[in-house]
C-alpha cells in the first residue's frame, strides 16, 4: 500500500479525514440527536457538541482499525487506541478555538475580520496538537512530522 516513510502519513491522515466526513454526514442526517447537546452553549457555542466527542473518537478508532487490517500489519488492538486518541484529541483541539472566537463575539460558521489569519491560527493549533501526540504515541521521524504538517495545509 505505501512505504515505510509514507504509511503513517496515510495512517495519521485517512481516518481523521474519513471520521470529520462521517460525522459531517451524521450531523446533516441528525444521527444520535440525544449526543447533540451542546457541551456548554456559554463557552464554546451549539455546535460543540457530545456527538462530536463521541462520533469523533469511534470512527477515527474505527477507521484506523480499518486502514491497519487493510495493510495487513498485526497491530490492530493498538490502532483502535491510537484513533480513539487521535479522534478524542481532535474534538478537544477544537475547543479552544471555538471558546476565543465566542470571546470575540464571532458567530458560529463565520469568520472574523481577519479570515485568513483565523483560519491558519484555526488550522495551525489542531495540527500542532494532534501532531504533536501522534509523534508521541507513534515514533515519525522529524521529517515526516514537516511532511505531514506541510501536507495538512
Known amino acids: 500500500m505505501c512505504d515505510g516513510f509514507l504509511l ?15 460525522h459531517m454526514i451524521c450531523i446533516k442526517l441528525d444521527l444520535f440527536p440525544s449526543f447533540a447537546r451542546p457541551i456548554s452553549e456559554r463557552h464554546f457555542g451549539e455546535s460543540k457538541t457530545y456527538r462530536g466527542f463521541v462520533l469523533l473518537t469511534v470512527f477515527t478508532a474505527a477507521y484506523c482499525v480499518a ?3 487493510l495493510s495487513k500489519l498485526k497491530f490492530v488492538p493498538f ?3 491510537v484513533g480513539a486518541v487521535l479522534g478524542f484529541v481532535y474534538a478537544l ?7 476565543m472566537k465566542r470571546r470575540l463575539n464571532i458567530e458560529i460558521g463565520q469568520q472574523g475580520q481577519c479570515k485568513w489569519l483565523q ?8 495540527l500542532f496538537v494532534l501532531i504533536s501526540v501522534y509523534y ?11 511532511f505531514l504538517f506541510l501536507l495538512s495545509f
Open 79 to 81: 490502532a483502535m487506541v
Open 67 to 69: 486502514m491497519v487490517y
Open 136 to 146: 508521541v504515541i507513534i515514533y515519525i521521524s522529524i521529517i515526516q512530522v514537516i
Open 93 to 99: 483541539a477544537e475547543l479552544p478555538n471555538s471558546f
Open 8 to 22: 503513517p502519513i496515510v495512517m495519521f491522515v485517512l481516518p481523521l479525514v474519513l471520521a470529520n466526513l462521517s
Open 119 to 126: 483560519l491558519f491560527v484555526d488550522k495551525f493549533y489542531v
